[in-house]
């Protein structure tokens, strides 16, 4: 199986990597358009967990498949996107990340197109799992492909602006989309679809994001076992990164996915939470470029601990002030702070493995988490909604997030020492 893949990705790990290359692949890696362009087309990959709320609304009332159907649904496309992003990341070396992506947002195209005309409720979870799957090769292919550039800081900065900025939108204008008439839902599926083909077009920008001669690896004689895929994610420091954004994914999804219900404890109803939301995420998609100015000046862990905090006193403004301004407050705090902690800990990631094979699992693990971390806070917010259990499970698991991160130096420090 593995080996039919490789034919078809066929990462150039052994080819001349100094060939010179033409069109999108042509372009400087540590540039902003290059890395602009890698960030959008990751950003589009990742649309069923972006859009993940107006998905879910959509299934519910405009296909009718009923809440608990739209949950699962919903589902099988994050479980496509895990998937294909645990794929790649075991291959990053082997690869061609160009090839992922390109193919990944085929198969995204191809399968959300037949969301147009098939709207049986099992046809339609097959093609979201589906459409997922190809969502999740690119996102994980753009993951790796910028954690081999000199200013990482700066690339998962832009990527991770995208990553608010496109939700934030999303749920904006997609809500009003859908009620605007009977076609609604078509509607809303043509407007991705344009953006997807647009990724498509830009996905060859991946050919600048090249694996330094020095990472790449000589599996055909068998040497350097400890630079395989598998060998640089069992190492110290790799293992507490991928716990720790795994943690980190679940503390944001428990609060994230009973946002609007802690917006109806504040007496707000359900289109001011949306709007709220909406303008919350594109001021911390702006508030990200910060982090691609401020780069490494300060390290990495003193913005990380700095974003880490201000998530805590966001989730304490929700609990103290449950009143609109409170909520707007609290809401405008904590994605501000995620979108300056998560750049942080991808660049961590980077440092760690300049292949991305790191990063990439991270993603993955950082999946897992946020599918985790509502099904924990629903066990403590109950069928009486106790969403303010929500907020106090998200603290706790904040603050764990960060005691990995903290450990990650300290390692390298005994390493240093026995050397």
Known sequence: MIGRLDSVFGHAAHANQSAKKNGLGGLNPDGWLAQTMAGFVGSI????????PVLVYAYDEHLGFGPDMAGRISSAALIGLALATVLVSLRTKHWSMTRVSVVGMIIMLVFTALTLVMHDAKTFFVLTLLAGFGGGLTQAAVAAAL???KNAERAFAIFTCFQFVYPGLGAYFFPRILDSSDMGFNLMQSGQLVLIAAALVLAPVMGAFRLRSDLRDADDVGANKDQMEWALLLR????LSIIGIMIYGASNGAIWAYSEGIGRLSGLDVLAIGDIIAYANIVAGLAALGVAWLGNRLGHFIPLIGGILGQLLSMYVYMAFPTEAGYIAGTLIFCVSWAIVFPYFLSIQSDLDHSGTVVAFGQF???????FGPALAAAYV??????AAAIWISEVMTVMALVPMVLI??????KLALH
């Open 147 to 149: 954690s081999r550039t």
């Open 382 to 387: 109950g069928q009486e909604g106790d969403f």
């Open 45 to 52: 990959a990742l649309s069923p967990l972006m859009l993940l």
């Open 236 to 239: 110290g420091p790799a293992i």
């Open 365 to 371: 693990t950082n999946l897992v988490g946020t599918a």
């Open 409 to 414: 130096p300290i390692l390298y420090r005994k």
